[in-house]
């Protein structure tokens, strides 16, 4: 049970005591600062089919928001005799959507939709077809980049094997005052969240 005369920020933890009245500020004002959300990038590595003259930077730059990224875990449920406890079972990664603002040059929304467009192309009902068996249809990675006050990375979160499944435009509206976006949807295979700079992949474990 809790002792109310010893709250835990005060006489329990000596490292991040508020110490009222010392030389330096209480560490639970400055020490304890958290990523903020607009402190990030995404950094994308194009399929093998995608325009080589195209700047991948610029999919960083027009990049304005990105959804929630995680993975879950389906549990399987077992009866043992009166009881009913739970196992790991497969694992589903989530939706990733991103926001990009509509550049006019380079235009974003045409080379979104030719990734798109490679996966299926409505005009004439084929899957895969403008890339070729031969060719990935998959980005290898994007990259999601948490940095700190001064702009400098502090994680990554890591997904593998994206491709687009829905490619939207925002809407058109006089009565606004912003710039226009292109949504996409995308899925992916795998993920992992890693300390900035991690070169390996699945060493997250290693790398904190």
């Known amino acids: 049970m809790a002792n109310i005369n010893s709250p835990y920020f005060i006489g329990q933890k ?24 607009y402190q990030f990038e995404i950094h994308f590595d194009m399929p093998g089919g995608s325009d080589p003259q195209f700047n991948k930077d610029k999919l960083t730059l027009a990049a304005k928001q990105v959804s929630q990224i995680g993975m879950s875990i389906e549990p399987i449920e077992v009866h043992r005799v009166n009881d009913k406890v739970f196992y790991p079972g497969k694992a589903s990664p989530e939706n990733l959507v991103v926001t990009f603002d509509n550049f006019y040059d380079p235009k974003v929304a045409n080379t979104l939709w030719q990734w798109f467009s490679y996966i299926y192309d409505p005009t004439n009902g084929k899957y895969l077809t403008s890339m070729g068996n031969d060719v990935n249809w998959k980005a ?11 702009g400098q990375p502090l994680n990554e979160t890591r997904v593998f094997g994206v ?28 993920m992992e969240h890693v300390v900035a700079g991690t070169q390996a992949v699945g060493s997250a474990l290693t790398s904190v």
């Not at 912003?178 to 899925?187: V, Y």
């Open 14 to 37: 000596a490292h991040i005591n508020r110490a009222i009245g010392a030389q330096t500020l209480p560490v639970i004002s400055m020490g304890l600062d958290s990523v903020r959300t």
């Open 163 to 190: 491709w687009p499944i829905a490619w939207k435009t925002a809407e058109f509206n006089y009565g606004t005052n912003e710039f226009h976006t292109i949504e996409m949807t995308m899925r992916y295979d795998f």
């Open 140 to 150: 290898p990675r994007a990259t999601i980049v948490h940095l700190d006050g001064q």
